[in-house]
């Protein structure tokens, strides 16, 4: 969601997503038929921490058929989608969307025979994605950013797309008014959670 927003491409037909609905761990194994399908273009899959290792074994395809893909993880060590509709739309009651136990990706990239790379600070970002791209290898690019960062527009779920939550609405009033209270049902249908 996050290239969705804020990557301009200058050209048709050179993004492929999920469309956001869901699908966790779709990026890798996209990418490696894409570099597959396209032999001699930059594939690059930007993608959370948790979504990666839903398909990690997919890097071994991309070693074994000698794949150039990237793999541009934004860690910052939560199921970050999940996160958020824990926070914003279930009164911040987080459960197993963080994780302290996430495992090294530059050492994770080495056992599976890629590159791996990591930064942490932005005055470093520049040179690292540089580096990443030239190189002739599958790469792993673990990405620390910030922790509770939200990706906005977000639809709550049984709502429209012009109810949708921007950053400036995702108050606690706005978040409240967005789930049904128990006045909005009829007797027949009962008390719901």
């Known amino acids: 969601m996050w290239t969705a927003q804020f990557f301009g491409f200058e050209e048709p037909n050179r993004f492929m997503t999920s469309g956001g609905l869901g699908t ?94 990591q930064c942490s600070k932005p005055g470093d970002l520049d040179d690292a994605i540089a580096e990443m791209i030239s190189t002739d290898r599958p790469v792993i690019f673990d990405c620390r950013v910030a922790n509770l960062t939200n990706c906005f527009p977000m639809i709550p779920s049984s709502k429209a797309h012009n109810e949708m939550l921007l950053p400036d609405e995702a108050n606690d009033e706005a978040i409240a008014s967005s789930f049904p209270t128990k006045a909005n049902f009829s007797s027949d249908q009962g008390e719901r959670i």
Do not use: C
């Not at 761990?25 to 990418?31: D, K, Q, R, S």
């Not at 994780?99 to 056992?111: G, I, Q, R, Y």
């Open 24 to 117: 966790m761990g779709y990026g890798l194994p996209a990418v490696v038929g894409v570099q597959t399908a396209h032999r001699d273009a930059l594939v690059v899959d930007t993608a959370g921490d948790a979504p990666i290792l839903m398909n990690i074994q997919e890097l071994s395809t991309a070693v074994q058929h000698g794949l150039p893909v990237k793999v541009f993880i934004l860690n910052n060590q939560y199921m970050g989608m999940v996160r958020q509709w824990q926070q914003l739309l279930h009164g911040n009651r987080l459960s197993n969307s963080y994780t302290e136990s996430l495992p090294d990706s530059v050492k994770l990239a080495d056992a599976y025979g890629a590159v791996g790379m």
